[in-house]
């Protein structure tokens, strides 16, 4: 199976708070990323939390770790119509070459 | 300020010719790496490469696909005898060398959309 998985898809009003979810199966993962990715561009840092970390905020986003279940989420409050995109979860592991693993991305839709 | 720079932005290729892709790495990144996306998939990494040497290319298919990362000038990901499977868009991402910065976080560029007709 996949090291980094997520669900498919993600449909929110505008407003409400999305939260996408994330699971990995390392338990040596150093660094642990949130990507998104809009359409036809590339992959933009949103946001990273190290390992150690249980939570991290930035502005509308709110990143918790649970490492002992393995399981990383995304909060976005207040989501926005800009906010659709793919948001890909990815894991970083401490190798010496820190080649993440991405999972298959989320797709949020937000709706008017 | 500018990023990581990836051209072409589109290319179509007809099966059996070459495709060359180039990726450019951030002002300061001495590593590259080159990643595939295929449609509604993650991204799969290929090849990591720095200035004249490659480190990991245990994601490259062994037959046809090959990188490099001259001295001077950017990188290349050079696919020969195109397929209609390597339709996908390709993306290149860079970084300081590992261990340098607090996050060895890597920065994508816009990515090139081959098509192989």
């Known amino acids: 199976g996949e090291d980094v998985e997520q669900s498919l898809f993600l449909s929110v009003r505008e407003g409400d708070s999305s939260v996408i979810n994330c699971t990995y199966t390392?338990?040596?993962?150093?660094?642990l990323y949130w990507y998104k990715q809009e359409p036809g561009a590339g992959l933009q840092l949103l946001t990273y939390?190290?390992?150690?970390?249980d939570m991290k905020q930035d502005q509308r986003l709110t990143v918790l770790l649970n490492k002992k279940d393995k399981h990383l989420s995304l909060r976005i409050a207040d989501t926005q119509t800009g906010d659709s995109a793919i948001y890909f979860c990815?894991?970083?592991?401490?190798?010496?070459?820190?080649?993440?693993?991405f999972g298959r991305g989320t797709s949020l839709i937000v709706h008017p | 300020n500018a990023g990581v720079m990836q051209n072409p932005r589109h290319l179509v290729r007809r099966r059996g010719q070459e495709a060359r892709l180039r990726c450019s790495p951030m002002?300061?990144?001495?590593?590259v790496y080159w990643y595939r996306q295929l449609p509604e998939e993650g991204l799969k990494f290929m090849v990591y490469?720095?200035?004249?040497?490659?480190?990991?290319e245990s994601g490259m298919p062994k037959e046809r696909f090959s990188a490099e990362f001259p001295k001077e000038g950017p990188s290349i990901l050079r696919i020969q005898q195109v397929v209609r499977g390597d339709s996908a868009a390709y993306f290149c991402?860079?970084?300081?060398?590992?261990?340098?910065?607090?996050?060895?976080?890597?920065?994508f560029g816009p990515g090139t959309r081959l098509t192989v007709l």
């Open positions: 990815a894991e970083s592991i401490t190798k010496g070459s820190y080649i993440p693993t």
């Open positions: 390392d338990s040596s993962s150093t660094y």
């Open positions: 490469l720095q200035k004249e040497n490659i480190i990991d």
């Open positions: 991402a860079s970084s300081p060398a590992p261990g340098t910065s607090g996050t060895d976080t890597q920065y």
């Open positions: 002002k300061g990144h001495s590593h």
């Open positions: 939390i190290f390992s150690n970390m």
